[in-house]
């Protein structure tokens, strides 16, 4: 007999491990036939077609989510509470609300459904475990690991306050891979867990591993290999132990950069250099100036290797290490994710001991690590440490690219071509036979991601490795806005800012031949501004930042970026079929800053004025559009305006609310724009991404004495393929 209080999820979980062991997954490891068998001892009828709900914790967000889906899926839903039952059906107050009842009648709702929504941990193992699309309400560390696992994680809905309304959770599962994943776990998920002896002297008992950076020198020096690089929730490189490995030695702990920094004779002001290489093919090749390719070529007339990060076949990056100039192109560019570093000291150790020069390169973390791990100095060992703003998670990059590409076989950030192609924002991609280009953060949601920081980590954060005193012998990054102090620069193919750090840097800077070098010119350290990681706390975390990170393991990379980035979190209700923009000065008004426009109603006319001084870029005029823009799809701007100006133009921008990234729809260009005259434009265009969900005036183009915008309409319409 059931009580008042019901608790179906343990009534799950206590049945599935009287027949196995007592393990969070036990339900999840019941067969699928087991259940079934179950079901048939129940007498209850059930409808042929419905979806179920089982809510253990109702709120008023869970009911609203549960009644879209249900409206979205067009089928009947019927509900189960848990708990206190009368308590608990009043909140949800849904209609089908089933009575209270026993496990196998429990359980044949769920094997009969088409469709499941639950926000409990061990019916969601059933759901699984019955090969149910579900839907699954939290974001609990338990069901996260246990989805990722099984390649299910995109089916939650973590925030029921702002839940996705796309059709995407609503898509059949391939259950294929997650039914292989329990097969070949379950062995491994159904042991008894068994008590570890103490591992109080390992680094992953003293450190805090969201602050371990995965240099991998603890891991390199265990002399039992207890320690290996894992990825963490998060898809961070991060120490992991195998406690009945560890002797307890204390040599992990010692040799942590993070925990202690090395020692650091390094000049406490280095001298800088702004730096170009007079070869062209490695110029263009390179991120900046060249300069790296260049110190390598030295190392390898002295017979030494060269030691970098490198793209592997599965699209992740790794340290290599090369012996061969032929082999550069695998080392040089930026590659905007953290690196597998493996074994790396270790050979590089074994490298420096039989006499051979290594060159190694590597982040400012990467560097100190490789310090700690020798414990000495070596005269035939160059470090070269990179300016590194942040190093995002490959799960992160790897998200992008299923949710970008169909068949990504090349990667390339920093793409350079033509003759100011200088930019952090370029990358070239190739997507099985097609080559593709994207120019920054409007068309590249990679790009639009990285540079709004909502990929920054807890141990970037905390970085302490960023000053200006380093730690490599020589340190490389970009020499941002350099043509703004001296003129005179080249800077339209890149410019390398060189960090020379101490006597042995110096000596091997100047070991380039001159033959190789077309700029080589020393420059305030100050001017080093526009790279500005050079120094500790550039790097913060914000709410924004926050978002991602609870997002991104539930939700596609693009969805993950508008939930932290978008006001409206990305979640537009909108009529299918309506006008992405409809202006009508009667129900809908520009949106902008009261310091910088001001708006005027007059002759069927919105009059757009720039306030004195305040014609600068950024300052935008908003419309919100209805609905966000597909880039599948085409769309004609219908506009009809005077337009009063100094400027000789005016853009019409789409624009993305999250963050900076805009595109030019239709242009409007005159000789004199003196206000008088009507214009209509009637123009078509295809967004570059799926962000846009603004439209935009920008101040800068409303300039000078008197200067207007009248509207008198502004629409945007799909045109039908």
Not at 215 to 238: E, F, I, R, T
Request: with cysteine.
């Amino acid at each position: 007999m059931k009580t008042h209080e019901t608790h179906y999820g343990k009534e799950l979980y206590y049945h599935a491990v009287n027949r196995l062991s007592q393990n969070d997954r036990a339900v999840l490891c019941t067969a699928k036939a087991d259940w079934k068998a179950l079901s048939e001892n129940s007498s209850v009828s059930v409808p042929s077609k419905y979806m179920l709900a089982y809510i253990s914790n109702p709120d008023k967000n869970k009911r609203k989510a549960v009644q879209f889906y249900r409206g979205k899926l067009e089928m009947e839903c019927f509900n189960i509470v848990d708990g206190s039952y009368a308590e608990n059906k009043k909140m949800l107050d849904l209609r089908n609300t089933l009575p209270e009842m026993s496990l196998t009648d429990f359980v044949k709702y769920f094997a009969n459904s088409d469709f499941v929504i639950t926000d409990e941990y061990y019916s969601l193992c059933l759901a699984v475990s019955l090969n149910k699309p579900f839907i699954y309400f939290g974001d609990d560390d338990k069901s996260a690991d246990m989805l990722t696992e099984l390649g299910l994680n995109e089916r939650v809905v973590f925030d029921t306050l702002n839940f996705p309304v796309n059709n995407r959770l609503l898509q059949p599962v391939d259950f294929d891979f997650t039914n292989k994943t329990i097969t070949e776990k379950m062995s491994e998920w159904l042991k008894r867990e068994e008590v570890s002896k103490p591992v109080d002297k390992a680094v992953t008992s003293v450190l805090d591993l969201n602050l371990c950076v995965g240099c991998s020198a603890c891991v390199n020096v265990c002399p039992k290999g207890a320690l290996s690089l894992k990825p963490d929730k998060y898809g961070y490189y991060c120490t992991s132990i195998e406690p009945e490995k560890c002797i307890n030695c204390g040599l992990c702990t010692k040799t942590c950069p993070v925990l202690e920094q090395p020692a650091n004779k390094n000049f406490i002001m280095p001298e800088c250099y702004s730096f170009i290489t007079s070869d062209e093919d490695i110029l263009m090749k390179s991120s900046s100036g060249g300069v790296f390719s260049l110190l390598a070529d030295e190392v390898f007339k002295r017979g030494g290797v060269v030691v970098g990060g490198a793209w592997k076949d599965d699209l992740t990056v790794g340290h290599i290490i090369i012996d061969k100039k032929e082999d550069m192109p695998k080392l040089r560019k930026s590659k905007y994710l953290q690196t597998y570093m493996g074994d790396t000291y270790k050979k590089v150790k074994e490298y420096l001991e039989n006499g051979r020069f290594v060159l190694f390169s590597g982040c400012g973390c990467q560097a100190a690590g490789l310090k700690k791990y020798l414990r000495k100095e070596y005269e035939n060992l160059l470090i070269v440490d990179i300016f590194c703003h942040y190093s995002p998670s490959p799960m992160f990059f790897k998200k992008y690219v299923q949710g970008s590409f169909s068949n990504l076989n090349k990667y390339e950030f920093r793409y350079k071509h033509g003759d100011n192609c200088w930019d952090c924002l370029t990358v070239k991609a190739n997507d099985g036979d097609n080559e593709i280009v994207r120019h920054g953060s409007a068309e590249d949601e990679y790009q639009r991601v990285f540079h709004s920081e909502l990929m920054l980590s807890e141990h970037c954060a905390n970085c302490k490795f960023q000053s200006r005193q380093r730690y490599g012998d020589i340190s490389l990054g970009d020499f941002w806005n350099i043509q703004k102090h001296d003129t005179g620069i080249p800077h339209g193919k890149g410019v390398s800012c060189v960090f020379v750090n101490n006597e042995k840097g110096r000596r091997f800077f100047e070991s380039i031949p001159e033959s190789m070098i077309k700029l080589k010119k020393k420059a305030p350290v100050e001017w080093v501004g526009g790279n500005g990681y050079i120094y500790q706390g550039k790097n913060k975390l914000t709410q924004k930042n926050r978002d991602f990170y609870k997002a991104i393991r539930f939700m596609p990379f693009e969805e993950a970026a508008n939930y932290a980035l978008k006001p409206d979190r990305g979640m537009k209700v909108t009529v299918d079929g309506s006008n992405p923009l409809q202006f009508d000065s009667r129900f809908l008004h520009f949106r902008f800053d009261g310091n910088v426009w001001e708006e005027h109603f007059r002759d069927n006319a919105v009059y757009l004025r720039v306030k004195d001084g305040q014609a600068k870029p950024g300052n935008y005029a908003v419309l919100p559009l209805g609905k966000m823009l597909d880039k599948n799809k085409t769309y004609m701007l219908h506009a009809r305006f005077k337009f009063k100006s100094d400027s000789k133009v005016l853009y019409f921008h789409i624009k993305d609310s999250g963050s900076k990234a805009l595109k030019v729809i239709a242009t409007h260009r005159a000789e004199k724009n003196l206000g008088q005259n009507r214009f209509e434009i009637h123009q078509t265009f295809q967004p570059s991404s799926n962000i846009f969900d603004e439209f935009v005036f920008g101040a800068s183009q409303v300039r000078g004495n008197g200067a207007f915008i009248a509207i008198e309409y502004i629409y945007i319409t799909e045109i039908d393929d």
